[in-house]
Nanobody
Framework: QVHLVESGGGLVQAGGSLRLACAAS????????MNWYRQAPGERRELVAGVTSAGVINYADSVKGRFTISRDDAKNTVSLQMNSLKPEDTAVYYC?????????WGRGTQVTVSS
């Protein structure tokens, strides 16, 4: 079994920064992709950023130039540096690890950006 735990969420004013982290524990051989998703109230869960095992990174258009994803395979962790935060970034942020056979989700961490 694999468990993911997110940390780093909180309340920040518009224009501020937060850094999210996600750590995995359990039986992990390799991780194809590490992703961050978010879900705002009443909205569908959306992909924010992802990084593959080959280092290919993609971002949602809404966060390009503001968010940076990074992974550490030695520690099975992924981080999301979020700068220039906007009120529309308010959501619960989830990390997601694609292990090929199965995908795992964390429980989420709340990010609230006040105007």
């Amino acid at each position: 079994q694999v468990h993911l735990v997110e940390s780093g969420g909180g309340l920040v004013q518009a224009g501020g920064s937060l850094r999210l982290a996600c750590a995995a524990s359990g039986s992990i051989f390799s991780i194809n992709a590490m992703n961050w998703y978010r879900q705002a109230p009443g909205e569908r869960r959306e992909l924010v950023a992802g990084v593959t095992s080959a280092g290919v990174i993609n971002y949602a258009d809404s966060v390009k130039g503001r968010f940076t994803i990074s992974r550490d395979d030695a520690k099975n962790t992924v981080s999301l540096q979020m700068n220039s935060l906007k009120p529309e970034d308010t959501a619960v942020y989830y990390c997601n690890f694609d292990l090929g056979i199965r995908k795992y989700w964390g429980r989420g961490t709340q990010v609230t950006v006040s105007s």
